[in-house]
């Protein structure tokens, strides 16, 4: 099976989005902002800014996703025709996969980021800060696959903090997409001032968010 099936979208155009309960009405920032495809060997070093919220929501509160419904303590948030594959809760809001697209909803209106291929959304405990995997913006090993990027950003400024390559493979000798499927990459956790990833290469790496060396624990 797959990672995940990749997608090539040329844009968004959902009108109506958020018509439903919940979520209030569509505006400009359901029209995602662009995101620059590297090339190797360096890791991109100018992304995006990702949306941030004041929603009355945090790590501390019980929230679900269930089809195109959010629950947070028992309340719920309709965002028809997204739907919640898989979330991160952060402080102010919530990170959600919509099918493969990177989502933000602060439970007042959802909003795109930019990220149309991604997996492992992970909030740190505190709900300051946010990593997940993008599968769209790495360079491309001979057979079409993007090099995964091990990305996290500040969920309080919506500001890049890290984004690695490491773990995830050489797009001059591996098939990626056989690497990914066995290798199974993740994000673990945010170990303090560091995130701990699984690589599709095998063991654990620590990356540090200030930038320095990765190494591998495992």
Known sequence: MRLLARLVLAGLALGGLLAAGGCGTPDDETV???VTTTL???APQDLVDIPVGTGDVGPGDRVRGHGSVLRVN???THLAPLHVDELAVVQGGVFFRNGTELWFTDLGRARA???SDVASLVASPDG??????DLQHGPKDQFGTPLAIVIAYDATTGKPLL???AGMGDIRTDDLTDLYEDGE????R???DALLVHGATGGDYRIPLDGSEPTKVG
């Not at 300051?128 to 995997?133: I, K, T």
Request: zero cysteines; glycine letters at 10%.
């Open 40 to 42: 190797p060997p360096e």
């Open 190 to 192: 945010f170990e303090g």
């Open 113 to 115: 980021t930019g990220y």
């Open 185 to 188: 990459p993740r994000i673990v």
């Open 32 to 34: 995602p902002p662009a």
């Open 74 to 76: 028992g309340q719920e």
């Open 128 to 133: 300051h800060r946010f990593a997940f995997l």
């Open 163 to 165: 984004a690695s390559y």
